[in-house]
């Protein structure tokens, strides 16, 4: 089998670099190698196949099922965290029919009903702050973002067990916060529990902790007919499939942690890198602020979820620093060509659109912060991909669009802040994920 060149380091090699350090990794190989090379990484160094160039995104993403499927081998690192059937990891028809399912919970009307709930608990958390003391922008809008999280998912619950349930998801992610502490999502050999020792052992515990809050609201909301509750899990439980099947309880479940695992780090980390961007760069403040006061001192939700420049800041924003910078693996079933090379079945390709949003032939300029960019021009679905693409783009696309500039807006439409580390933006890995390095430090200085 030919596949595309790639750096012939030891595979041990390659997935250290890729694990501690991807984004410098992946730019110094898209140098090398082009659009398409090789890498050994993952918990047992196989070949996948890395692939950035537009035209060849677009076909992998669109061709038909008989030549690619989601790889079994991305599940080994999520399943921990959120089990086996849930949209996340499920493949093939099985995936179809769960996403058509909750696609309406996240779409239209039912995501623009969240829309003044998010600014209120926006308000709540920067209140809190205590004016001139520097602060963590990005642990503060994960926590933003966890309690928003929590409270669509479950509605604001006066139930004990729910209320912790928000300390005990974020706790669950904080052991694998650091590349030394998340060793073992890579390496399921170190899934052992050693006590206090042991940060498997750690997790399994807090898992049963959390399983246990969340099978027990299930219960109560079936046992008093509690299902068509206007809180995600709400939705979810009251939805129906063209045979009239609902989800099981290990299914919503498995929803339920899924949303919340894909959804609150991502999308905390994207208000801030906008946060800073936005502070960061006088002019970028200056027109974001003069296009929210033309809505007035208390404007509408949905007016500033649609200002055309804070929507651009966002996309921006999104397109240069990657969150995740791949999209899920796809495994080849039947042999394709893919830029002139002849992928076998059982190869592992995916997607680096970190890559492709640092084009200049699409995005000139690519490492300066140019917002205009997205109201200049439209970009196809396969030169910008944020949420991922084809059929295992983001579900929460619009949910997460939503959040971020109702968050930021409400922000900047009634405080002051400013940036106190204008350092740029450097990356680390955080389990899945890449954040600031710096987390952001800001002050709040007062209300406007």
Not at 90 to 105: F, S
Not at 231 to 242: Q, V, W
Not at 250 to 272: C, P, V
Not at 325 to 352: A, F, H, N, Q, W
């Amino acid at each position: 089998m030919s596949l595309p060149p790639g750096p012939s380091d030891p595979a041990i090699v390659q997935t250290l670099q890729w694990f501690l350090d991807p984004i410098d990794y992946l730019e110094e190989l898209h140098g090398k190698y082009g659009d398409i090379f090789t890498l050994s990484v993952g918990w047992n160094f196989s070949p996948i196949v890395f692939v950035s160039h537009p035209n060849a995104i677009e076909k992998i993403l669109t061709t038909r099922q008989e030549h690619f499927q989601g790889e079994l081998e991305t599940k080994k690192f999520i399943e921990p965290f959120i089990g086996a059937s849930s949209l996340v990891t499920l493949i093939g028809e099985r995936h179809a029919q769960r996403r058509k399912l909750l696609k309406p919970q996240f779409h239209g009307d039912q995501v623009s009903s969240y829309s003044r709930w998010i600014c209120d608990i926006t308000e709540q958390f920067i209140e809190h702050l205590t004016p001139g003391i520097q602060f963590c922008a990005c642990s503060l809008m994960e926590n933003l973002t966890s309690k928003i999280a929590v409270d669509l998912l479950l509605g604001e619950s006066k139930n004990q067990d729910l209320q912790k349930l928000d300390a005990l998801l974020k706790e669950l992610l904080s052991i694998v916060t650091t590349p030394f502490s998340a060793t073992w999502l890579f390496f399921p050999a170190l899934q052992q529990d050693w006590n206090q020792w042991s940060s498997w052992g750690r997790f399994v515990r807090l898992q049963k902790q959390i399983d246990a809050a969340i099978y027990k609201e299930i219960a109560e909301r079936r046992k008093n007919n509690d299902v068509a509750l206007n809180d995600i899990l709400g939705l979810m439980m009251s939805a129906r499939d063209e045979h009239g099947k609902t989800l099981t309880d290990r299914e919503l479940r498995n929803e339920l942690l899924s949303l919340f695992f894909s959804g609150y780090q991502t999308t905390g980390i994207s208000i801030t890198v906008v946060l800073f961007w936005i502070y960061h760069l006088p002019n970028i403040y200056q027109k974001v602020m003069a296009e929210l006061d033309t809505l007035g001192s208390d404007p509408d939700p949905m007016a500033v979820a649609k200002l055309p420049y804070l929507n651009a800041v966002c996309q921006e924003s999104l397109r240069i620093f990657s969150v995740t910078p791949i999209t899920s693996m796809r495994s080849v079933v039947k042999t394709v060509d893919i830029m002139g090379y002849k992928l076998e079945p059982e190869t592992k390709v995916t997607c680096c659109f970190h890559l492709t949003h640092q084009r200049p032939d699409i995005y000139p300029e690519p490492h300066k912060f140019k917002p205009e960019r997205f109201l200049e021009r439209k970009f196809s679905q396969y030169e910008y991909l944020p949420f991922g693409g084809g059929n295992r783009r983001c579900i929460g696309e619009a949910l997460a669009l939503l959040e971020m500039k109702l968050v930021v807006g409400t922000i900047l439409s009634r405080y002051h802040l400013e940036l106190c580390d204008r350092l740029p933006l450097k990356t680390q890995r955080r389990s899945f994920l890449l954040a600031p390095a710096s987390g952001v430090k800001m002050r709040l200085l007062g209300r406007r």
